[in-house]
Each structure stands twice: as structure tokens, then as C-alpha cells.
């Protein structure tokens, strides 16, 4: 599910208690019969060539100097597609990103609610030939405490830690649902 309201998230101490709170909410509302939450448009989505890479690349996270620069053996990621937590620090790629050049991309909607604002983003859904790179760079960053970044389009869209591995389908959040829609449409030009 999305994290921090449609930003990027940055891991906190312990181990990921909010991953564990964002299932149990999701889980509770599909038990509750609420439908509000899934995705908006034609569903399933068919399988596109991207017209832009999405590629997930594992990285450690550490705060700038005091000076402002990246300490040895870190930079900066590609400009935020908006100001969010994490988007200032300076990271370490671990590892071979993956770049995923065709997928599903459906655009996600969750409503307002319970004093929580709304959220907004695009799920991914890779092609058979990308499941089993998607399983195991999720697995490596979840059984090593690592974030993944998701870089699209020149941009990094978030920086957080996952819940689990994933095993075909993921979501990257939005800020709102204009920025969403047009990030779809890059995309897949078609859509």
C-alpha cells in the first residue's frame, strides 16, 4: 500500500512496524467490504512498452555533511518528483538495479477518510519476464533492512523500505492526481 500520504518514505527505527500497520489496514478494509481502495479505471490493465524505464535500485540512505555535500561513496538520486522525506539525503546504489520496460500501469485512487487525506499513485504490474527480478530485488532489500529507490522519467519517485518481498505488482505514490494521471500518460502515451 502507499506510504506517508502519497511521499516517499524514508525506513524508521525497528522493523517496519508501519509496513505491518499499512497490511493490517488494507486487510481490514477488503474484511469490511471496502472497495473504495482499488484501483480506478479499466482493470485488469493491459501490458505496455514503457515509454520510460521505471528502474528499482536498492540503496543505503545517510544525511549530508554539515556542508551540504555527500559524504564518500554517496550521491544524491535523480531529482524528486516533489519535496519529500528522504529526498535530501545521500544515498549508496547497492547492487544491479532493475529496469522494467513493459508492464501494467493502472491508476490508484484511495479517498479521504477517517481524517486521512487522500492518496494517489499508479500500480505496476510487471510482465512475466520481470517477476522473478522484481521477487528477488524486493527480497534483497526487505532480508537487509534496505530502501528502493523508484526512479522514473529522470525522476525518483520514492525512497522506502518494503513490507515484503513482491512477487509481480507494486505501487509508486503521487503527490496527486493530476501528477499521477500525467506520470501514467509518460508513460503509456496511449493511456
Known sequence: ?????????????????????????????????????????????????????????????????????????????????????????????????????SAAVTYLQQPAANQQPANYGLGIKVSAADKGALLAITTKAYHSQDLIAIIAVGKTWAVHDWAGPFTGQFEIPAQNAKQALQFQRTLIPSA
Open 1 to 101: 500500500m502507499m506510504t506517508e500520504q502519497g511521499g516517499a518514505t524514508v525506513r524508521r527505527s525497528g522493523r517496519r512496524p508501519a509496513g505491518a500497520g499499512i497490511a493490517l489496514a488494507a486487510a481490514a478494509l477488503t474484511v469490511a467490504g471496502c472497495s473504495q481502495a482499488l484501483p480506478v479505471g479499466p482493470t485488469p490493465a493491459a501490458q505496455h512498452h514503457l515509454a520510460s524505464a521505471i528502474v528499482l535500485q536498492i540503496v543505503q540512505g545517510r544525511p549530508s555533511t554539515p556542508a551540504g555535500s555527500c559524504p564518500a561513496g554517496y550521491a544524491r538520486l535523480p531529482k524528486a518528483a516533489e519535496q519529500s522525506p528522504g529526498t535530501g539525503q545521500c544515498y549508496r546504489r547497492i547492487g544491479k538495479p532493475l529496469s522494467i520496460t
